[in-house]
């Protein structure tokens, strides 16, 4: 005889049903989960800047543990047991410290992915929409002008001189300034820097050709680069109409350069050695490179770069003085 299904049903036992009932939720969670998941991926794999930014975290790992495989190579070389152990000792406290600035890199190319958005980074140069003339209110380059800043302890001395000089870079002819910076009056950083102004008044960073040196001699060139060179590109180092909660890049080589600008605020008053200034442009400034770095620039109409506040460290590097040729 055949059973009634509905009987069936009927006197089926109620931990039966309610075992059916956990697994019909667990089930509709599961693939709304897998859903999610898939939708999350689909975003992200559109979203070239979380891209570049996750790509990068990963050579900067990469770069710590090679860089950790080499100072153990070398640590096993110290034949005194006890120089030794310091030695790897080092060698791992160093790694950690690596590990948590690329960690702490990553978190600032996040961060300013969400107001850059997800686009790719890829401005259009075209020569003929720039010029030499350099007259942004808030970053006029006058060739012959030499901008001189001194630290409030007068440790560090940094003299910005626009020379006279033009570069061609990435096809556009830019204006030459050497920045030089002092530190107890020796030379310890010394850098060309390019710009460019386009027709709507932006002035662009072209690159740079930077060095550092420790007690006289040459101890690194890292930072430097030129737009076109190595899919290496230009930032705006200040836009034509600035205006508060503007973000853009200032320099884009990856793992190399890396700068963002934050416009705060147009009426901030500044007093430094060469002068009172109303209504000057306060920016903030960070880099993935060095995360826990924080700097606040302060722009005077018709002047420039007033002043440089670290705050972090709390040093201000004002301006003492302009000079013309």
Known sequence: MRANPIKLKKYAPEWTQLLTAIAFTFATLFAGKLLAQDENSAT??????????RDAL???KSAARSDYEVAIGRCINITDPAGRRSCQQQAAADLADARDTCSGGFDVRRASCQKLGPGPYDPIINPTNFTTTIDNPYFPLTPGATFTYLSRNGRIRDVFAVTHDMRVINRVT???VHDSVYTNDELTEDTLD????????NVWYFGENTAEFENGLLATIEGS???GLNHDKAGIIMKAHPAPGDFYRQEFSLGNAEDFAETLNLNSRVVVPYGRFNNCLKSQETTPLEPDALENKYYAPG???????????????????????
């Open 44 to 53: 992200e794999s559109t979203n070239i800047c979380l891209q570049a930014a």
């Open 58 to 60: 990963a050579s900067c």
């Open 225 to 227: 680069f030129l737009s």
């Open 174 to 176: 830019c204006v030459q």
């Open 303 to 325: 002047v420039g770069n007033v002043l440089t506040v670290d705050l972090v460290t709390g040093e201000r590097d004002e301006l003492i003085s302009i000079t013309t040729e």
């Open 194 to 201: 390019f710009f460019a102004q386009d027709r709507e008044g």
